[in-house]
């Protein structure tokens, strides 16, 4: 059974920064994925970022190319989301998910519904308010 406690969370000015953290416990399959998602009020949960496990390639989302960047600390078991130049529409409910890599792939990515999918092992969130 996997764990995943997020941290990080806080208020910035438009255009500013925020790193986020992923703490994972229990046990990792070699197949799977962790994942950041966000979910706005009102609005429904959409991908933001991923890292396989299997080979550490990350994928994101059109929206946040180039100005986010998710990586992994395999020492500290933490997966972090570097998030700079964050914008006036996107405070949220950040969370952590744990998923097969195809999946995740697929909803980071916009191809796969998120409802569609199987995951099913998540955080609790962090909220990120961005705010003049």
């Known amino acids: 059974q996997v764990q995943l406690v997020e941290s990080g969370g806080g208020s910035v000015q438009p255009g500013g920064s925020l790193r986020l953290s992923c703490e994972v416990s229990?046990?990792?399959?070699?197949?799977?994925?962790i994942g950041w998602f966000r979910q706005a009020p009102g609005k429904e949960r959409e991908g933001v970022a991923c890292?396989?496990?299997?080979?550490?390639?990350?994928y994101y989302a059109g929206s946040v190319k180039g100005r986010f960047t998710i990586a992994r600390d395999n020492a500290k078991n933490t997966v972090y989301l570097e998030m700079n130049n964050l914008k006036p529409e996107e405070p949220a409910v950040y969370y952590c998910a744990a998923g097969l890599i195809p999946q995740m792939v697929g909803v980071i990515t916009g191809i796969v519904p998120i409802g569609s999918t199987s995951m099913n092992t998540w955080g609790k969130g962090t909220l990120v308010t961005v705010d003049s």
């Open positions: 890292n396989a496990l299997s080979d550490n390639s990350t």
């Open positions: 229990g046990s990792t399959l070699y197949y799977y994925a």
